[in-house]
């Protein structure tokens, strides 16, 4: 293994040193390039930079691997429950049950909100999108909470952390229940987590919820399967947001905003519309057909990361046919055209050549639609399951004692200093 690699620039050599993790490909340390060879490096994208040091999420895109703190995803999301992984993801070890009991009180002892915030839902008009009103309600928790500013305090770190998770669910179905005109529901401490959201999601004055643990086992794997991916463009928005400082509920909803783009979290949504637009399996070659033509994506398909199927996919898959099963859907005809069109994509060059495969969008809004949620809350419930990874994520940074603030540099292409021309001196 090389220890360090060297770059020549106009016949001198400058040395980066070579950093070495514990899984996935060697790092070069361009760190001291510019103050020894005056040279950025140039990576718009992202696509060979790793932008900080992390213990918490490894992906193999190539093998198709997730692991969270060593733990493979699959086994995860079906063993495991959110809390617990949540715990996993903040902390680093799974919880004991005398962790585990005081994490979920503390999760459980959040989840109210003041009852000044329900004023800024009904801000909102009612056709407003759920995502449209998560970014600007919890970025207004930041006004709620002035005991826990101090980001450099570990303990207010952690009552920041706590009270995330724990509203979130609120949070989250508030903005399902005002888009449907029905009345808030307040959360329940002794339901879990899922249950918990599904419940205020879910009931009406007029009738008796009834949980179904088929649903309830459903949505707390959508969320571990949904908890933490690494350094994706929401993720590394919430660290650049964190990293100058700011209050972590503004930061969250920085990776609340960039969640929301149809390439990164909203992708599930525009996927169930996709199948919704294909309607049925005999339109699936013409549709593959403008795929191919570059006339649209398949929504659903492919990953900068993975170039293998996308392991929460599987798992995904799965949940779906257990909740078709559940409601007696099993002859869904969105799930017919999905898994044909799987099928035929899996087998075209087009697809295998640029190593294309289902992601965990593909399946997964088939699954929330058959759960009784809305397209447009899809997003949502992503938010909601990644604010977990968004705030280890942060956490971990602040306890990285070289953070400072994120500062890329560019290649300047522009106009070459010049002299201002008064206005009426101009062409
Ligand atoms: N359908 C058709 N062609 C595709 C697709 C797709 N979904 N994804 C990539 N390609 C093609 C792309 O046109 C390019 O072809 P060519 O080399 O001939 O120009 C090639 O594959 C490589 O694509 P890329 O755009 O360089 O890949 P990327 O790493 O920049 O994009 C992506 C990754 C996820 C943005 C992209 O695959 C995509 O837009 N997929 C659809 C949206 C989607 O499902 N997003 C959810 C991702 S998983 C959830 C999450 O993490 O947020």
Request: glycine residues 6%; aromatic residues 10%; contains cysteine.
């Amino acid at each position: 293994m090389s220890e360090k690699a060297v770059l020549n620039i106009d016949g001198k050599d400058y040395d980066a040193p070579v950093m070495h993790g514990t899984l996935g490909p060697d790092v070069v340390d361009v760190r001291k390039l510019y103050a020894d060879a005056d040279v950025f490096t140039f990576d718009p994208s992202f696509t060979s930079t790793a932008s900080c040091e992390s213990k918490i999420t490894f992906i193999d895109g190539d093998k198709g691997i997730l692991l969270h703190r060593g733990y493979p995803i699959d086994q995860l999301a079906e063993q495991s429950s959110f809390l617990e992984v949540a715990y996993l993801l903040l902390h680093g070890e799974l919880p004991n049950a005398a962790e585990f009991t005081e994490f979920e009180h503390n999760i459980t002892y959040h989840t109210m909100l003041h009852s000044q915030f329900d004023r800024f839902f009904t801000g909102f008009r009612s056709d407003a999108h759920p995502m449209a009103i998560m970014t600007g309600a919890v970025g207004a928790l930041s006004a709620f909470y002035a005991d826990s500013t101090n980001v450099d305090d570990p303990k207010q770190r952690e009552i920041s952390a706590h009270r995330l998770i724990a509203k979130m669910p609120t949070i989250a179905a508030r903005a399902f229940q005002y888009s449907v005109g029905r009345p808030f529901v307040s959360p329940r401490n002794d339901l879990g987590y899922a249950e918990n959201f599904l419940r205020m999601s879910f009931s009406v004055p007029a009738e008796e919820w009834k949980p179904n643990p088929v649903m309830t086992r459903a949505m707390d794997r959508i969320f571990i399967l949904h908890a933490d991916h690494e350094q994706n463009a929401s993720t590394s928005t919430v660290r650049m947001a964190g990293s100058s400082g700011a209050h972590p509920f503004a930061c969250i909803a920085a990776g609340i905003a960039c969640l929301w783009g149809p390439s990164h979290g909203g992708a599930n949504q525009e996927a169930l519309e996709m199948l919704e637009t294909i309607g049925s399996v005999d339109n699936i070659p013409e549709f593959v057909q403008g795929v191919k033509d570059r006339k649209y994506k398949l929504m659903g398909f492919g990953h900068r990361v993975y170039k293998n199927y996308d392991p929460r996919a599987t798992v995904m898959q799965k949940t779906c046919h257990e909740v078709l099963d559940e409601i007696g859907h099993h002859d869904d005809p969105l799930l017919k055209i999905a898994m044909e069109l799987e099928k035929i994509a899996l087998s075209d060059p087009f697809f295998i050549e640029r190593k294309l495969y289902p992601n965990i969008d593909f399946y997964s809004g088939i699954t929330l639609r058959a759960m009784g949620f809305p397209t447009n809350m899809f997003t949502v419930l992503f938010a909601l399951a990644r604010t977990t990874g968004w705030i280890s994520q942060w956490k971990e940074m602040f306890e990285d004692p070289g953070r400072k603030i994120s500062r890329p540099r560019q290649l300047y292409t522009g106009a070459v200093n010049r002299d201002y021309v008064a206005i009426d001196k101009r062409g």
